[in-house]
DNA sequence: GTCCAGGATCGGA
DNA sequence: TCCGATCATGGA
């Protein structure tokens, strides 16, 4: 008989520059949530989380030391030193040495692959707050209750025997029929998911591309989010014009093998600093 | 009313 | 191969 873990509040000390607000809020991921206390609240890998900041440490509120090592301790990337990564991003040049001082404390979130795929499906053409509410109904509707009000991600397979009709409530318009196409080739395993993971990540690419409504940028931010590909460096209208304003003579080879978090300090720089 | 949003698809040059 | 129109929806 399986007897309840005990839960408990976790403390880290912080490492790095580890900023929850930067992490949560720089497009990376869309479940994530400030509460009236000043902390998030979010889901992930069907489970809940309360996680908030008190001066030199972060708390993970009400979860357990198998939740923290199986799952908080991976999607946090708490492995990877980041303070290494920026010394390493500052060699490119000054400008991205000049970003990465903006907002250090961005870290990458290993999210599971289906839903990085089917969340940035919803994203293409379409706006935060918007992506936000379609990912809520889309759990709401066809998600699990995991407790009060909190719902689980939709498995590919739990999407896979609707038709387009039934995601009419979602609200998200000509992006229902990509859902699904999504749904199908995964759950049926044409299309397998952790093997492209390990791929060489052109051919990775190519293969996430064979989903209708999956295009260069879409296939590049689920091999950065939900792969943990850290080469990967999608493009989407804010990074081109990062691109032609800060990086016009560079191209995306030349951010090395941390291509990918240059991208989100990038991103997150450009996004919040827009002018003219 | 027009424009835009972490784009992709389609048809026609 | 490249380019413009089109695709739903909702907020500015």
Redesign the pocket.
Known sequence: MKHNSITNNIELNIVDKFNLEDTFN???CFRWEKTDDNSFEGVAFDKYLKITKKTDKIILMNTSKEDFENVWKDYFDLSLNYNYVISELEKINDKMKKICNYSPGIRILKQDPWEALCS?II?????????K?IINRLCENFGYQISNGVYSFPKANELSTLNDSDL?IL?????SK?ILDAAKKVSSGEINLNNIKKMKIDLARKEL?K???????????TLLYGMYRLEAF??????KRAMEKIFSDMKAEDFGQYAGIA??YI?NYI?TNFES
């Open positions: 720089c497009g990376q940035f994203s293409q053409n379409n706006n935060i707050p918007r992506i509410g009419d609200k998200c318009g000509f992006r990509y591309q989903i209708k409504g999956v295009g260069p940028k879409v296939a590049e931010c999608p493009m989407d209208v804010w990074m991208q989100q991103f996004r």
